[in-house]
């Protein structure tokens, strides 16, 4: 869908689409007309290609208005605003759930929108549309424990070694189709089950390393932890339980939290995360720019790790003052005896400069998506220049 409300713009965007091979193209003057095609006939959008500067309702508010669908599109913002304007507005989208695949001055073109497009399929794995499920499909899904771990490779930047990978929790319905945490999350923090589904995907995915050959057994596995998780004494000691009994080295094993964990009960977080590093676990600070850790916190806690928020990344060749920023996290991280991984790496560019910087690890479409345990022993073994660390 292409929303703009200047003639020559939405024409030049829907052929460059139909070049590209898109045969339904939906194109509106205004959001109203937009929201209300995307609520009726064109639920099944997946790209919406929009101004900020439109008639009656602006680019804001229609972006907001669709992070509030059930069916949410992604979105590539059009705009001639400074960079500054735009970083804030892909800010605001991705606060409410919709995927951004980044924002492009007029006029559109086809070189930029075609990788864009390659992206997006590449993504369907992970952004599908809303699946359409009951309440009680999603709570007998849950229920029936139709959870999988997938592996998001971690890759080396100085030599292109894969060092290791990020769990991530997919949902495996009837007839193979396969949903990411936006489908079925929310419903599992609802009925209070966060700690059990955790328990159960490290389980799972210690019980798929060991499966994996020799030459992978060095490979990283990082997990997500929950505020709530890292908060609770007992879920953490249920955790060290589990993994004592899969007879794993700690060394292999990172535990990821996110900045707000640390503000929500300080005494707790301390205490669970000297614990984890006691025992020889890796602790890593996830979607680091997008809390408010302070330099103090991260000299006083024993991270081992910081990961980059693809915000910072996305953009970064072109963005001035994301390079001032990423460089200099990555200056104090070193200095800090800290491992750097950026997230969401998806061009050579991007990776390049990454590089240039110090970072130690990327991982993005630009390597490859989460994988299930077959395909990520598969990818490491058909890329020779991704062999394992």
Request: aromatic fraction near 6%.
């Amino acid at each position: 869908m292409v929303v703009d409300d200047e003639p020559t713009q939405r024409m030049a965007a829907s052929l460059i689409c139909r070049s590209l091979g898109i045969q339904t193209i939906f194109d509106h003057e205004n959001a109203r007309d937009a929201l209300t095609d995307l609520e009726g006939e064109a639920k099944a959008v997946d790209l919406v290609i929009c101004d900020l500067d439109l008639p009656e309702m602006d680019g804001m508010e229609f972006i907001r208005r669709i992070g509030q669908m059930s069916a949410k599109p992604a979105i590539l913002i059009v705009s001639g605003h400074p960079a500054s304007v735009l970083d804030s507005v892909e800010t605001m989208a991705r606060a409410y759930g919709l995927t951004v695949m980044g924002s492009v001055g007029k006029p559109l073109t086809k070189a930029v929108l075609e990788p864009v497009l390659d992206q997006l399929d590449a993504l369907e794995i992970t952004i599908p549309n809303h699946p359409g499920m009951s309440a009680a499909e999603l709570d007998g899904y849950i229920d029936g424990g139709r959870f999988e771990p997938f592996f998001q490779p971690q890759v080396q930047l100085s030599d292109g070694r894969v060092q290791g990978a990020e769990v991530l929790a997919r949902l495996i319905a009837p007839g193979g189709a396969v949903y990411g945490p936006d489908v079925f999350l929310s419903r599992i923090e609802e009925r209070d089950m966060a700690a059990d589904f955790t328990l159960g995907i490290i389980e799972q995915a210690l019980e798929m390393a060991h499966q994996w050959p020799e030459h992978m057994q060095s490979v990283t596995l990082s997990f997500n932890l929950s505020p709530a998780m890292i908060d609770d004494l007992s879920i953490m000691g249920a955790i060290l339980e589990r993994i004592d009994l899969a007879d794993t080295a700690p060394e292999r094993l990172i535990f990821e939290v996110l900045e707000t964990a640390m503000a929500q009960n300080p005494k707790v977080f301390m205490e669970n995360a000297a614990r984890l590093r006691l025992r020889g676990f890796g602790l890593a600070l996830d979607d680091y720019g997008q809390g408010h850790s302070t330099l103090d916190q991260l000299r006083r806690l024993p991270f081992s790790e910081l990961k980059i928020d693809r915000a910072f990344v996305t953009g970064l060749s072109t963005d001035a003052s994301k390079r001032a920023i990423v460089s200099n996290t990555i200056a104090m991280s070193r200095d800090l005896n800290l491992k750097v991984v950026a997230e969401g790496v998806e061009t050579e560019a991007e990776a390049a400069m990454l590089n240039e910087f110090g970072c130690d690890l990327a991982q993005g479409f630009l390597y490859a998506d989460a994988l299930n345990a077959d395909e990520f022993a598969e990818f490491v073994g058909r890329c020779p220049e991704f062999e394992t660390a």
